[in-house]
């Protein structure tokens, strides 16, 4: 697609939003953060633009189970205004639309059955953006900003020796300086679902043993069960997706975008 009028991004300062900024920074980006349009309101007046690419979103899958209404009004509201606008749109969606029972990756056509309240509004976002939007699920994503599993892992693994970390949900780690280029791709391949995450899959317990590994931490892995946990929302314990389409943008394994994302991060 030509971006002759540029991209307008929602949720500009998440972690996604702040690579989408950066992987685009060559057309006209019109970035824009909570402060500018909350997107649980109609959309403001806005530049005439390309493409959407729809980055904000309620995130925290445990709090959600306790403001579902709330919830939903940014990811289900918030979609339904960013398809208002008018522009092609394209929303980030989750590997937490299945419930994890499948013993094999899931594809494209493998039917959804959200086991949380994210899940469900996240699901019900990709009814909103409807057939004509391209809709991405990606999974457990990692970056230089906000709150993340990397930043967490090396924030804790500095002051313990030991961390207990969950071994029995498997998914692909996505780093979103791999993914956000692979969006720009994609606008030159049919709309519809797209699943684009790192190559490669793990355990969280595997990836934080690596993150210790990668940036020299000296701590432990103690793997721990999903129950032993206690977590509000319930999980997919199989989160791997995997792309069935033809001519699927393919992104780095989730070690290479861990490589990367700490040489952003340490240096
Ligand atoms: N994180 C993951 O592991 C993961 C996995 C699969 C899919 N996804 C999807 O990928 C997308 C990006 O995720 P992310 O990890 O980049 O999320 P993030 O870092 O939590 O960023 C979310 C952004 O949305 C903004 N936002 C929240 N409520 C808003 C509202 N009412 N109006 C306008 N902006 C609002 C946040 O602004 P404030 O900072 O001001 O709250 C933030 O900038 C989301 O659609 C998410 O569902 C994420």
Redesign the pocket.
């Known amino acids: 697609m030509e971006l002759t009028r540029g991209v307008l991004v ?8 702040a690579a989408l900024c950066e992987a685009f920074a060559d057309t006209d980006v019109v970035a824009l ?2 402060a500018d ?4 309101l109609p959309p403001p007046a806005l530049p005439e633009v390309d493409v959407v690419l729809h ?5 925290d899958v445990d709090d959600a189970e306790e403001h579902p209404q709330e919830a939903a009004a ?1 990811n289900v509201g ?1 979609t339904q205004h960013a398809a208002e606008i008018g522009a092609p749109l394209v929303l ?4 937490y639309v299945f419930d994890g029972r499948k013993r094999e990756p899931y594809v494209e056509s493998d039917a959804p059955a959200p086991l949380s309240v994210y899940g469900r509004t ?1 699901l019900q976002a990709e009814a909103e953006a409807g057939e004509d939007a391209w809709i991405v699920r ?4 990692f970056g230089w900003t ?1 709150t993340n599993f990397v930043r967490t892992m090396l924030r804790l693994g500095a002051e313990r020796d030991e961390l207990a970390v969950v071994d029995d949900q498997r998914g692909c780690p996505t780093y ?1 300086g791999h993914l956000a280029p692979a969006v720009r791709e994609l606008l030159d391949r049919p709309r519809g679902v797209w699943h684009i995450t790192a190559d490669g899959d793990c355990t969280w317990a595997d990836f934080a043993e690596a993150i210790f590994e990668e940036a020299g931490v000296d701590c432990r892995v103690r793997r721990i069960t999903t129950g032993e946990l206690g977590r509000r929302a319930s999980r997919p314990a199989n989160s791997v997706l995997r792309t069935a389409r033809p001519h699927a943008p393919r992104l780095p394994h989730w070690r290479d975008g861990l490589r990367a994302c700490l040489e952003r991060l340490c240096g």
């Open positions: 929602t949720g500009a300062d998440g972690q996604l939003g953060t909570q349009w909350d997107v649980t980055a904000a979103a309620w995130t940014v918030g980030f969606s989750t590997d996240k990606t999974s457990w994503l906000g979103v």
